[in-house]
């Protein structure tokens, strides 16, 4: 027969199992919808997703990693705006450029934030938080996944536009980093939704305040920073998957499909609304539509974190 190999290669992909790079530590928020979305993902696929945790400097050794991994549809990234979108604004030697060297696979929906403290804490509500820290300068320890992660830049930004000083404490992961808050090692985190509901249910976390506009059906008693403090302020995470740029369009469009047939599932979309997620409007899922707004997004976090003094590494 005259099918070469790589066309037999293409047609029948995925002959093996896709890896997913998280680039943070296990069982936190990134992990845990990756693997939450990589199972769905994988019974359309007819293969498995494995999930690789690679952590370190805000996600961007794991995103580097996938950069330079072959493009031939078996490693991909689960990316979030932290390293695809401001790290290039935040470090001088960034080993990837997310802009040239990745194609969107497929968009997950975006992510509200929320300011949380342990169960023990001295602060019930976002106002004793802030008057705390209005006359504690440097005082208050806010856990992060490192330098450009979402629960960083959520901090960063809020803090600035708040006007407090606090002092950042890094973690590779959210995770630990949520761990550290709930002992009473640091003070307070931004994390996201999807951690966050059952924390609160188990009692070991008070949530203070959320980033989206509008209260969330899953937080319906806890303010928005932009009733509360910030008018018009709107910070959610957003994720996507990513291939390496070379990837074939016949790989990208597998996994869109598959992604596509999940969504059909009312209780694949419960599970998603379950954790928080906002679903986006259609169309903006594809890789195609992941690609125009990571670049746009590229674009926006430069300004962000020009006009929030955040520092360069
Ligand atoms: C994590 O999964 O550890 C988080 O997504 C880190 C973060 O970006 O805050």
Known sequence: CLISATSWAKDNYPTRPVTWVVPFAAG???????????????????????????????????????????????????????????????????????AQDFRGV?????????????????????????????????????????VGSASHLMAALFMQRANLDVLDVPYRGGG???????????????????TVMGLRSGGLAKPLVQTTTQRTTQLPDIPTVAESLIPGFEALTWYGVYAPAGTDDEVLQKFLSSYHSAL?????????????LQLLSDGEETGAALDTFTRAEIQRWKQVIAAAGIERQ
């Open 106 to 146: 497929f968009r997950f929906p975006n992510t509200p934030m929320v300011l949380l403290v342990g169960k023990d804490s001295p602060f019930n509500t976002i106002e004793e938080f802030v008057s705390y820290a209005r006359t504690n300068p440097n005082k208050l320890n806010i856990a992060n996944a490192g």
């Open 264 to 276: 059909q599932d009312p209780e694949f979309l419960q599970l998603l609304q379950d954790q928080g």
């Open 28 to 98: 936190g928020p990134t992990d845990a919808l990756a693997r939450r979305v990589a199972a769905r993902v994988a019974n359309e696929l007819g293969q498995a997703i494995v999930i690789e945790n690679v952590p370190g400097a805000g996600g961007t050794i794991g995103a580097a990693r996938v950069a330079r991994a072959k493009p031939d549809g078996y490693t991909m990234l689960m990316g979030h705006f932290g390293y695809m979108a401001a790290a290039p604004s935040l470090y001088n030697n960034l080993a990837y450029d997310p």
């Open 176 to 194: 630990q980093a949520l761990t550290d808050v709930i002992s009473g090692q640091a003070d307070a985190l931004f994390d996201q939704m999807n």
